[in-house]
Each structure stands twice: as structure tokens, then as C-alpha cells.
């Protein structure tokens, strides 16, 4: 940790994720390498954004870093454990717990109220009962101002509306690390901005880590820290501007 | 607990495709009914006929076979000869069966035998006017035989007490005292194969149901069969005897082979087309059943699979946020098992409608059967068989799109 620049003014601040020299190859149409031995790291509450142009590996990145895309060469280390090389079912178990996921298409389950798809990675995780995740889950929505929304189906509200749902599912389990998928991509103004309060709370405050891919540069620039990327490499590992 | 998020997302899934789920459902629903419907059926025609011929037909009937290839002399007395024997001829011998109220008497004594009744039968003609017709005289032990065939149950007019009382009684085959016009009360001239001849008095008219015995039968007393063909008082043809468990007379018909050097024929040798009849509607039955329920299995395969991929990014999601490969076959196959199972208990309940409705629906069988409506068998393991069956072909016609679903990439749905 020694070897890395950007942790001159973190030191007191424990090292989160981690990624290790992480090569990836797309096999269809023809062989291509799309991720350039990429390491880096992430400190805990840091809210992190990853910029670059259209197709220069960032979504694959993160897809990576999610865990669900497990077919890529590098080592990837949460908390100190070795995510790489686990089975399916444990990856799955592990973001149910550490992970929360915004991605630019809300993807909310729409035959479910609101409420019911905040409490669905609750009851999942099975750590609360039922009335407690109810509980947690109506926190988290009137966090994101969707309280009175709650019992509608899913289907039925806007854009702005389920992502903001969808931002409440993402935190129901209290994960160590948010990601998000071009969070902002399809929204207005006035609900970027209410996505980028919240994500900014949630990391300053509750020390969460938050690791998006944006197009958006006011949101990237609202965030620690940027990294850039292209052609597969990371070009610039960014500074981290705003410590508190 | 996993399995209750499960079960509720299933739940939802179905109730917001309700007609989706009422297709597959009513899949099932036919299917099982049509089975239902179709194995009592056939169940039901085959307890029909064995019924009719174990009621009407005894168990084991042991009598002297005259035309049997018995070796010839010259083979008894040359056996390694090279001998030829073209044509030949039955020996001229009494059908007796030698010392047969004996035989009768022991048999009896077996425990596992509910009554042996000795007959003697002779084909006689009955003349009515110019016209002889032909039929058969059993000679019997009317008290036997009563316990043999519950004879009084099957009579159509007078009893059998009065050929008890009777001498010169005899009860007619409904559709052989319709040939000849006799009714209780009328005389009927008989006339035997070897010549003697005697008049009798109708005193009752029996129908078993069965045509060839109701077209050529007649009951007399034993004596008077005798006295007919011009024997003696022991002079025996034909030994009935009743099992308690019919099972069993195939066996015990060995042993008395064993025993005794006469023809000993069981009721499955006797009635060898109805058995075969039945296994030819057996395999009808599973062949048309089995159909019925793949045709269905492949209905819902084919709602499930669409089901799949109309919630592949539903799939995507749930992974996304933790939910692993087992929950999500488990969402997907509870479907399937609701479906299966609500399928198959509206096809039993629609099963036993129909089933009901055919056994009451009116039949004419004509003079061949005594039976009114279709015979249709109420057994309850069949409804659970169909049951079991339904929730079988549900859960194999749900496992494979639940494995696609659970083998969904979900980086790939993500990613768009």
C-alpha cells in the first residue's frame, strides 16, 4: 500500500476494495482485450467515481468489481478477502450483504409495490425479521423521499421515482459499497441532483463506499475522487480532493 | 424462510398473469380428468367382466375330458418304436368322474374352499312343438349350488325352492325359456343325446347376465339328470368348487391336478378372453393416459419457458442483488407446483364428474351383458394416482426452464 500515490492523506482510513492486475478479454465477435492490467484500491466511505469515454471498459469494470461477472484474470480483495475463484452461490450470498446496486435503468421487479422491492435483499439476507426489514425498508424510502409512494406497484411510478426506489433497495442491507451503473443516465436535473445528495450522505456519513460509472461530469466532480479510463487502461488514478 | 420470499415471489408472478396461469393450469386440468375418466373406465369394464365371470363361472371345475390325446397302446407298450398313429378315435367311456361325491366331500374339508357343488350335466334337446332345440341340463344339488352362485339372487320369476320341492322341476335360462316360450307353471318336453326322455315342469327362469349360459341352461335335480341318462345315483360329471380368495384357485387347481386323474380347469384358463381383453385395454389405458399427460407437461414447459424469458431481467435483478441460482429454481418450480397442483385437483374434481356422469348415463347392452349403465370403477387410488402423476409431469416440465433461469447471466440483462 506503500507503492500507491493516492494514499498519502488516507492513512488512517482502511483500504476497502481492492483490485489486482485484472485482465479481461471479450471472445465474441473476435478476441479482444477490453480491461489492461488494471490495480487499484478503494478506501472505506471514499465515494468514487470512474469517467471515460464510451467503450473504454468502464462498465466492464464494474461488473467486475460487482462480482458478477467472474471471468477475468487479476485478483479482486474486499475487506482483505479474496473474492476471485469463489462459487456462484457465495458470490451471490456476499453482495446480498456487501453490495447495493443503481443502475441506469431502475430495474425495479414491476409486479411489486415499492416497499416490497426495498424488503425483497432484506428478507434475502434474513438478518432482521420480516417486520423489522419493513421497518428498515420504510426508513430507506423516506430517506429518499418515497415514503408515501410505498405501497404502489413499482410499474406505476416515474423514472425519477424508481430510481430513488431503487436507491433505497440498494442500501436496505447497509452495504459496505454502492454501486452504480450510470445512476443519473436517464434522469433530470432535479433528481440527479437528489441521487447525488443521497450517495454523498450515505459515504460521508455513513461511511459507505460509493463506486459509480458516470457520463456526468458534475456528478463525477461532486465525488473524492475520479478515475479515467481509456482503452482498457486506467489513465488517471485521480486525488483524493475532498477528505473530511 | 428462503424458501417464503421465494413462494411469495412465485406468488405474485402468478396472480399477476392470472390467465397465463389459468392456460397452464387447465393444461393439467384436462389432462388429469381425461385420465381419470379414462382409467375408471376401463377399470371399471374390466371388474365388470371379471365379476360376471367369476359369479357365473366356478373357480375350479374338474370333470372328465373324453377327447384327450391320451397315448395310444401301441406307443404304451412300444415306446421307442417308430410309431404311427393317424386318426384316432376317443375311447368309448363314461364322462363319470369316478367316486366324485367322494371327492367332492374332501375337497370340501380344504379350508380354503367355499363350497363344491357335483353336477351332472347332459346335452338334452327342449321340443317345443315340431322344433328341438338344444341346451343343457345341470343336474345339481340345489342348496349347493345356492351357495356356489347365489342362485335366488338371480332369478327373474318363481324360486328355487320349488325345484327342491319338485321332482320333475326345472329352472330355465331367461333367454332360452324366451326361445321356448315357456314361462313359470308350463311343461316342457326334454329329450337326451342317448334317447331317454322326460317331462318337466318350469319352475322358475334365472339370468346371469351372461349369454351363453342364460341362451343354453337349465337347473334340475340331480336325480333327475341321472334318472334322464340312465345312470346310477353316484354317477358324477362335473365338480364345481369356490375359493374363498379366487386368487388362490389357480393354485389349488394345480395341486388338485396333482391329485386327482382328471381335467381340472381354473376360471383364468375358462374366461383366458376376457383376461386377455383386459390386458389389451391395460396398455390402452397407460398408452392414452401416459399421452395425455406429456401433452400437458409439454403445455407447461412451453408457459414456464415463456414465463422464463418474459422475467429474464426479473432474474437479472434478483441476482444482482443476491439471490443465487437455487431461489431462483426454487421462484420457477414453486410455480410449476402450484400449477401442477391446483391443475390436478380441478382434474380430479372434474375426473369424478365426468367419471360419475358415465356411470350413470344408460347403456343398452342388449341380451350379452346384464348392466344397465357403463361400468366405472370409483377408486381412489386412481385419484391419487392422477395427482401424483399431474405434480410429477409439472415438476419435470418446470425444472428445465428453471435451470435456464438459474444459469441467466445476469451481466449480460445489466448491460442491455
Known amino acids: 500500500m506503500e507503492n500507491s500515490d493516492l494514499t498519502k492523506s488516507a492513512e488512517e482510513r482502511a483500504t476497502i476494495l481492492k483490485a489486482s492486475h485484472v485482465n479481461k478479454f471479450f471472445l465474441e465477435p473476435v478476441k479482444f482485450q477490453v480491461l489492461k492490467d488494471i490495480s487499484f484500491e478503494v478506501k472505506k466511505g471514499e465515494f468514487l467515481s470512474i469517467v471515460g469515454k ?15 461477472d467472474t471471468s477475468y484474470d487479476g485478483t479482486l480483495e474486499m475487506n482483505g478477502r479474496k473474492l ?9 450470498a456476499f453482495r446480498n450483504e456487501h453490495l447495493g446496486f443503481v443502475f441506469q435503468f431502475h430495474f425495479l421487479l414491476p409486479e411489486f409495490t415499492a416497499l416490497q422491492n426495498v424488503m425483497l435483499p432484506g428478507l434475502k439476507l434474513g438478518k432482521y425479521s420480516a417486520k423489522q426489514v419493513e421497518e428498515r425498508a420504510y426508513e430507506k424510502l423516506r430517506m429518499v423521499d418515497m415514503e408515501e409512494h410505498a405501497l404502489k406497484p413499482s410499474m406505476k411510478l416515474s423514472g425519477g421515482q424508481q430510481q430513488r426506489v431503487a436507491i433505497a433497495r440498494a ?15 436517464n434522469l433530470d436535473k432535479a433528481n440527479s441532483d437528489m441521487v447525488f445528495d443521497i450517495f454523498r450522505e450515505i459515504s460521508h456519513n455513513n461511511g459507505q463506499t460509493i463506486i459509480t460509472v458516470t457520463h456526468d461530469p458534475d456528478f463525477a466532480a461532486g465525488g473524492d475522487r475520479i478515475i479515467e479510463m481509456s482503452d482498457g487502461y486506467i489513465i488517471s488514478h485521480g486525488h483524493e480532493s475532498k477528505i473530511q | 424462510m428462503k424458501l417464503r420470499i421465494s ?10 398473469k392470472k390467465k397465463q396461469t389459468l392456460v397452464a393450469m387447465l393444461g393439467v386440468t384436462f389432462g388429469i380428468a381425461m385420465f381419470i375418466v379414462m382409467i375408471s373406465f376401463m377399470q371399471g369394464v374390466n371388474q365388470f367382466l371379471e365379476d360376471s365371470a367369476l359369479d357365473a363361472s366356478p373357480h375350479v371345475r374338474i370333470y372328465k375330458q373324453l377327447t384327450s390325446d391320451r397315448p395310444s397302446l401301441i406307443e404304451t407298450l412300444n415306446p421307442d418304436g417308430f410309431n404311427i398313429i393317424h386318426h384316432q378315435k376317443p375311447k368309448n367311456e363314461p364322462a363319470r368322474i369316478k367316486n366324485g361325491l367322494i371327492i367332492a366331500r374332501h375337497i370340501e374339508q380344504q379350508p380354503e374352499v367355499l363350497g363344491v357343488s357335483p353336477q351332472v350335466s347332459t346335452q338334452v334337446f327342449f321340443n317345443t312343438g315340431a322344433v328341438p332345440i338344444p341346451g343343457t341340463l345341470a343336474g345339481v344339488d340345489v342348496a349347493r349350488e345356492e351357495k356356489l352362485y347365489r342362485l335366488s339372487q338371480r332369478m327373474k320369476s318363481g324360486s328355487i325352492e320349488a325345484l327342491r320341492s319338485n321332482a320333475n322341476g326345472v329352472i330355465l335360462g331367461r333367454l332360452l325359456a ?14 337326451s343325446s342317448t334317447g331317454g326322455t322326460a317331462l318337466l315342469r318350469v319352475v322358475g327362469v334365472f339370468s346371469f347376465g351372461i349369454q351363453t349360459v342364460d341362451d343354453a ?23 364345481h368348487i369356490k375359493m374363498k380368495d379366487p386368487l388362490r384357485a389357480i393354485d389349488f387347481g394345480k395341486e388338485l391336478a396333482r391329485q386327482y386323474d382328471y381335467k381340472v380347469e381354473d376360471w383364468a384358463t375358462a374366461n383366458q378372453a376376457i383376461l386377455a381383453g383386459e390386458q389389451i385395454r391395460g396398455v390402452m389405458t397407460f398408452v392414452i393416459s401416459f399421452t395425455l399427460l406429456v401433452v400437458a407437461g409439454f403445455g407447461i414447459y412451453n408457459i414456464m419457458n415463456m414465463n422464463v424469458m418474459n422475467k429474464i431481467k426479473d432474474i437479472a435483478i434478483l441476482k444482482a442483488t443476491g439471490f443465487d441460482g437455487k431461489d431462483v429454481v426454487a421462484i420457477f418450480m414453486i410455480q410449476s407446483v402450484i400449477i401442477g397442483l391446483l391443475g390436478a385437483l380441478l382434474g380430479v374434481l372434474i375426473g369424478f364428474s365426468l367419471s360419475y356422469l358415465l ?11 346384464a348392466i344397465d349403465t ?9 385419484y391419487a394416482l392422477g395427482v401424483i402423476f399431474g405434480v410429477i409431469t409439472t415438476l419435470l416440465a418446470g425444472y428445465f426452464p428453471s435451470r435456464k433461469a438459474a444459469r441467466i447471466d445476469p451481466v449480460e440483462i445489466l448491460r442491455g
Open chain 2, 359 to 369: 356411470s350413470i348415463t344408460p347403456f343398452a347392452s342388449g341380451d350379452f351383458l
Open chain 2, 7 to 16: 413462494y411469495n415471489i412465485a406468488k405474485t408472478h402468478l396472480l399477476t
Open chain 1, 84 to 92: 476471485t475463484g469463489r462459487s456462484q452461490n457465495e458470490l451471490a
Open chain 1, 54 to 68: 464510451s467503450g473504454c471498459g468502464k462498465s466492464t469494470l464494474l461488473y467486475i468489481l460487482s462480482t458478477m
Open chain 2, 178 to 191: 324366451r326361445k321356448l316360450n315357456l314361462k313359470a307353471g308350463d311343461k316342457v318336453n326334454v329329450t
Open chain 2, 217 to 239: 341352461r337349465g337347473y334340475v335335480n340331480t336325480a333327475k339328470v341321472q334318472e334322464l341318462i340312465q345312470k346310477d345315483a353316484n354317477y358324477i360329471t362335473d365338480l
Open chain 1, 171 to 185: 442500501l436496505i442491507n447497509d452495504p459496505t459499497i454502492v454501486m452504480g451503473d450510470e445512476p443519473t443516465g
Open chain 2, 374 to 382: 357403463f361400468p366405472v370403477m370409483f377408486n381412489p387410488l386412481h
